[in-house]
């Protein structure tokens, strides 16, 4: 992605530059410091373009990190219940928290400007609810297993 914004930079300072040279006439004196001028902007766009894309990176990251801290959180939180037997576990209040999990993850993406940074961040979001509802499918199954077994309806495997 930093290699395209560089290329795009540099495509689009070429371009600048040659119309410029257009307009001014076809002097060596102007196509040099013309050709110099191109350069630098190519150079200075390059720079933001890296400054950017860094920038992106990082942001990435952050939600990256958060999106796994929550997610981490939530799958401890989950297997804590499940461990607990079936009392601990409500399927009903699992899917409430990964329902408002998943919109402050949301609301976490607004702020974001590149829209490929923000749809990154908004598939992960969807990526953790998506998660967290196999859990709370894993959660009822569990359930509906230990209320049978409980009963006493369950065989030996042998």
Do not use: F, W
């Not at 200075?44 to 920038?55: D, M, R, V």
């Not at 499918?137 to 309806?153: D, F, H, L, Y």
């Amino acid at each position: 992605m930093q290699r395209t914004l560089v290329a795009l930079g540099c495509t689009l300072a070429l371009a600048a530059g040659s119309a410029m040279a257009q307009q001014s006439g076809s002097g060596e004196n102007a196509s040099g410091s013309l050709g110099d001028r191109a350069r630098q902007a190519a150079q200075t766009l390059g720079e933001k373009a890296k400054e950017a894309a860094e920038k992106a990176k990082t942001k990435v990251e952050e939600t990256t990190d958060k999106s796994k801290a929550g997610t981490d959180q939530s799958a401890q939180s989950s297997q804590g219940t499940t461990a607990m037997g079936s009392s601990g576990t409500d399927p009903q209040q699992m899917q409430r928290q990964a329902d408002a999990d998943y919109k402050s993850a949301k609301a976490q993406c607004e702020p974001i400007q590149q829209p490929s940074q923000k749809t990154i961040c908004e598939k992960e979001a969807t990526a953790a609810h998506a998660n967290a509802e196999v859990r709370i499918e894993k959660a009822k199954v569990a359930a509906q297993g230990s209320a049978t077994t409980g009963m006493g309806a369950g065989k030996s495997s042998r």
